[in-house]
């Protein structure tokens, strides 16, 4: 998949220059990063520099680097004062263009937690269930209802010969890996 990064250019509270630079976008780099390679960047900057009140608004207390699923796989190692200050000039940068800070961090952390979400068979083995609350917690940060969103995970829905057929996926299917 090709994606697009735009550089926005700004002088004195102006825009200045643009470009639109093309490059090949992995698209499972977040679920599956390579061996001792990191996650993009700015998962580890929001990490570090999120405050305790914006840290508890994205549901994101108690998780570290360490404990979450997309970020724990490959290099761990962090210079937390290095990431706070580059995403404090990121968040910076997303005031200066008008672009709402809690919108996009919101998607990330719902990113990040969608990655600690596991699925397991109830006891009779016929429905799902997930352990902990991160699909509420995705949830609320989409703005979506949780079971909408549990439907959404956990089954497939696609027209086979004119005829819509829904299927529900089983636990070692849906887990992140």
């Known amino acids: 998949m090709q994606g697009h990064f735009i550089e926005v250019q700004v002088t004195d509270g102006a825009l200045y220059r643009t470009k639109i630079h093309c490059y090949f976008l992995d698209q499972t780099r977040v679920v599956r990063p390579l061996t001792n390679e990191k996650n993009y960047h700015i998962f580890y ?26 970020l724990n796989r490959g290099d761990v190692s962090q210079n937390e004062a290095q990431d706070a200050t580059r995403f404090e000039a990121w968040k910076t940068c997303l005031s200066v263009l008008g672009i709402p800070f809690l919108d996009v961090v919101r998607v990330l952390a719902a990113v990040l937690l969608l990655g600690n979400v596991q699925f397991t068979a109830d006891s009779d083995h016929h429905q799902l269930e997930t352990k902990g609350g991160e699909v509420k917690a995705v949830a609320s940060l989409l703005g979506v209802a949780s079971g909408a969103l549990f439907q959404g995970l956990t089954s497939r829905t696609r027209s086979v ?9 089983d636990a070692g299917t849906v887990s992140p890996p």
């Open 161 to 169: 010969r004119g005829q819509i057929v829904k299927t529900t996926s």
């Open 45 to 70: 900057q929001m990490l570090a520099g999120l405050n305790q009140e914006e840290r508890g608004k994205l549901h994101l207390d108690g998780y570290s680097v360490q404990n979450l699923r997309y």
